[in-house]
């Protein structure tokens, strides 16, 4: 830049030349100060924004105290916007507003009297209609104020002070909880339960240590003025209150109530923390509109006082649990309340806290309260000490003193020249009424002297003692315990605890009716299901030539899992199967099996349930039944087989041994935990061969015995197995006498 000055027009002023960078950073700088200090975020000693602690003491300055009567809001706005809070009225009447809206604040600090707005969303009337004044827990943050237990400010215009901060004898912070937007920062702080915290603060005045998993014995969670029921996990909350970040599921409350011949309807009695209900109703209409809500048949809101919302399922057939886990998938029946416990440290230091800290800066500043509150207070009993010792003298000396008084020209300093009186002393004696004087007796003088050297010896220990500081704290704590415990109507814990059951919500499946069948499939891969489950398939017909290879008794809810002998998974949902009128339909027109394949397994899905898989080479692993499933044509490819070998076993892998026996007759048994558990691949080596391959392949228990179906339909079970004994990727022994002709071990799935 040129250090020539830059010369203004002609007719104006001079120029300053500046670093434009350097004036928008100052000048956003003290935006951003502003907008955190004394809008956004929170103080951690009181938990009130400037605007409502501003709120709180001009309505103590208009006497709108809890016992007192009302006044306009408009007349509050006005006193406060015209002499604390240079902002818009409509601002001012917003925040006055939400302090007494009971589903919006855990603990109101304002009594509301008009209409305040609803949970629906409803606007408040406007301030020259409604009317308001403190209530108990705002007189709670305000006690002691006039004690010199807090700092005063000027405010805006230096025409009157504010406080700096409230005494707070009300853990307000985490009780009634925050939220706000500044730059580059944000707060979000849930409401929590009054006796909680209270209890918490005890424990941390006896253990200021105290670890977070013993503070969560006194406070579990938070507690939200709607109440629901919080379904966070307990370590997903303990993680929160250590760090100060986190968040919270918080799901409706909900109960069925029986409508008459097997019907039922679902009353939601309580919603998540800021849903405005007329919202919620509008949504799940718009979801069922646009059929995402199958299940569900209708809504109604017959709420009146209290929230109760209808909801009737499509048919008396659905699971009431699976409707609610379907809505609170979708709708704003569960929400997660974000937490972001972030606060103005001694009123200038924003930082992230957690709930120890929260707890132990609040009793700080009650430290501090208790020290400034009886400092004032020994100021005020010597101010008395020495009135009351000028007072005596003037009992003592009454004629005296009323001739000085009358006779002479400067009584004040006649009086302290005469009796060596302070000026306080001679000016509480001038200042005294005559009709006083009859009470001027000696002993009430004495008396009173004697009470408030008392007290004067007990504040002075009170200061130099601090197990005595925290233990007079200890019983204010008490007392602000029982005045809003949960014994009390206010103070009653809303919101519950609760695990969120474990169901996947298959939207599909649940508007199945469930049904037992049978499913059928033949040689040839004709597949049908029928009704019921079948016991005698003697009647069954097939076509010429063909004849029944599976039957699975399963339910329409079910997913029927085909192995083909390429190594590759299927799956068909079993309502979608064929009736059982005709010989059904070919299963290679359902699903793309190659010509040169067959099917080997057919059985019905149980999800979690472990498989072994094995080819004719003898390779094979173990693999879940969750990795198998795939709703499409082509299925799943797992078992990676190259020819001329086959897939040829698929069991339930239920044991704890492996019996493999080969086309040679040779029987081995193996521990399971030498099997690898896969998702795909070719596997390791289950058994040798030098003619042949894998026959069968069996997994039992080894206190049960190995057992197998013969022929006829008979059970053989042999319980020592020494001689057949090995580890994997042995030759074997031959197999034990009466063993099966067919080499295999029987019917794998029951």
């Not at 604040?105 to 406007?126: K, M, T």
């Not at 309340?337 to 957690?354: K, M």
Request: hydrophobic share 40%.
């Amino acid at each position: 830049m040129s250090d020539k000055p830059i010369l203004p027009p002609e007719g104006n002023g001079p120029v300053e030349p500046i670093n434009l960078r350097e004036a928008l950073e100052e000048r956003y700088l003290a935006y951003a100060l502003s907008t955190i200090m004394h809008r956004a975020l929170p103080d951690v000693r009181d938990g009130l924004k400037p605007v409502h602690r501003r709120l709180l003491y001009a309505m103590r300055e208009l006497r709108l105290d809890p016992e007192g009567g009302f006044k306009k809001c408009a007349k509050i706005v006005g006193e406060v916007m015209g002499g604390y809070h240079p902002h818009g009225d409509q601002a001012i009447y917003d925040a006055l507003v939400r302090l007494a809206q009971d589903f919006a604040v855990r603990y109101p600090l304002v009594d509301g009297q008009g209409n305040f707005g609803n949970i629906d969303g409803d606007n408040p009337a406007a301030m020259r209609y409604t009317e308001a004044r403190l209530t108990e827990v705002a007189a709670a943050l305000l006690e002691g104020i006039d004690e010199d237990t807090v700092d005063f400010r000027e405010t805006y215009d230096g025409e009157d002070t504010e406080p700096v901060v409230l005494p707070a004898s009300f853990p307000n912070l985490l009780a009634n909880g925050a939220s706000g937007i500044a730059v580059g920062m944000a707060t979000s702080i849930p409401p929590h339960n009054a006796e909680e915290l209270l209890s918490a603060a005890l424990h941390l005045i006896k253990h200021p240590n105290a670890r977070i998993d013993k503070l969560m014995e006194f406070v579990p969670g938070p507690d939200f003025p709607t109440g629901g029921v919080i379904v966070e996990p307990r370590e997903s909350l303990k993680q929160m209150y250590e760090t100060g970040r986190g968040g919270v599921r918080l799901r409706a409350r909900w109960e069925k109530e029986e409508t008459g011949r097997g019907g039922y309807q679902i009353v939601v009695t309580e919603i998540p923390y800021q849903v405005q209900k007329s919202r919620l109703v509008e949504k799940i209409a718009e979801l069922m509109e646009a059929r995402r809500l199958p299940l569900l048949g209708n809504i109604r809101d017959e709420s009146a006082e209290d929230i109760r919302l209808v909801l009737e399922p499509k048919s008396r057939t659905v699971d009431a649990v699976l409707l609610m886990e379907s809505l609170f998938k979708l709708t704003d029946l569960e929400v997660r309340v974000p937490v972001n416990i972030n606060v103005l440290s001694e009123g200038r230091i924003p930082n992230v806290l957690g709930l120890r800290d929260c707890l132990r800066q609040w009793l700080e500043h009650r430290k501090e309260v208790l020290l400034r509150r009886t400092r004032h207070r020994l100021a005020k009993i010597a101010h008395r000490l020495e009135v009351l010792a000028g007072y005596l003298i003037a009992y003592l000396n009454l004629d005296e003193v009323i001739r000085i008084i009358r006779f002479e020209d400067h009584p004040k300093e006649e009086l302290m020249k005469r009796f060596e009186l302070s000026e306080v002393q001679a000016n509480a004696i001038l200042d005294m009424r005559l009709r006083a004087l009859h009470k001027l007796q000696e002993i009430e003088i004495k008396r009173e002297h004697e009470s408030l050297e008392a007290e004067q010896a007990e504040l002075e220990a009170l200061l130099a003692d601090e197990a005595r500081q925290w233990a007079r704290i200890a019983d204010e704590l008490r007392a602000t315990r029982e005045a809003f415990g949960k014994s009390t109507d206010i103070g009653r814990r809303h919101s519950s605890f609760a695990e969120a059951p474990e169901i996947a919500v298959d939207l599909d499946a649940a508007m199945i009716e469930k049904e037992p069948i049978t499913v059928i499939l033949s040689e040839k891969g004709w597949i049908r299901a029928l009704r019921g489950h079948q016991d005698d398939y003697s009647r069954l017909q097939f076509k010429a030539g063909d004849r029944l290879k599976f039957a699975i008794k399963a339910q329409t809810t079910d997913k029927i899992v085909l192995f083909a002998s390429d190594g590759r998974f299927f799956t068909l949902a079993a309502d979608k199967l064929p009736g059982g009128r005709g010989h059904g339909e070919p299963v290679r027109l359902m699903l793309d099996i190659a010509d040169n394949h067959d099917i080997v397994q057919a059985f019905v899905h149980r999800p979690g349930r472990k498989l072994l898989v094995a080819s004719t080479a003898g390779n094979g692993f173990i693999v879940s039944e969750n990795e198998l499933i795939a709703m499409t044509r082509k299925g799943k490819q797992v078992l990676n087989v190259a020819e001329p070998d086959e897939a040829a076993v698929c069991v339930p892998a239920e044991g704890d041994m492996v019996a493999v026996i080969g086309e040679n007759r040779k029987l081995l048994v193996f521990p399971l935990a030498e099997l690898n558990e896969m998702t795909r691949g070719r596997g390791t080596r289950l058994q040798r061969y030098k003619d042949g391959g894998l026959a069968d392949a069996k997994i039992f228990t080894e206190t049960e015995g190995l057992s197998w179906v013969d022929g006829a339909g008979r059970t053989f079970t042999v319980n020592d197995l020494t001689p057949w004994r090995g580890n994997r990727a042995q030759a074997g022994r031959l197999a034990p006498r009466g063993f099966p002709r067919s080499n295999r071990f029987g019917p794998a799935f029951g």
